[in-house]
């Protein structure tokens, strides 16, 4: 037999957000980083309004700051001094209940 096909054993069950398939969303979406190569600060810019927390880590995943983005839906855009980090790849992450967690990189030389 060649796949494809759902047979009666396998389930064919899937989950509706709000009686629609939920959307797929990147990171893209979601925020940019300006400048991707930071020495003193970065600007998040959020697409849309957002909530929940927005964690700096390493790469080893250690948080360095933590922003707490729910008490203010209406913020486009957040300026966050780097220049203390030492030279490396950062990650910045947006954890979002509704959306999920999204999670984009930046340089600070």
Known sequence: ??????????????????GAAPRLKNADYIFEINP?????????????????ALKLLDLSGKILKEINL???????????????????????QLVNNQEGIFTKKFLKQ
């Open 70 to 92: 729910s008490d203010n839906k209406v913020l486009t855009n957040l300026s966050i001094d780097v220049s203390s980090f030492e030279t490396g790849v950062y990650m910045v």
């Open 36 to 52: 991707t190569i930071a020495s003193n600060s970065i600007v998040i810019n959020f697409v849309d309004e957002t909530e929940g």
């Open 1 to 18: 037999s060649g796949g494809g096909g759902f047979g009666a054993s396998q389930s064919n069950n899937f989950c509706l957000v709000n």
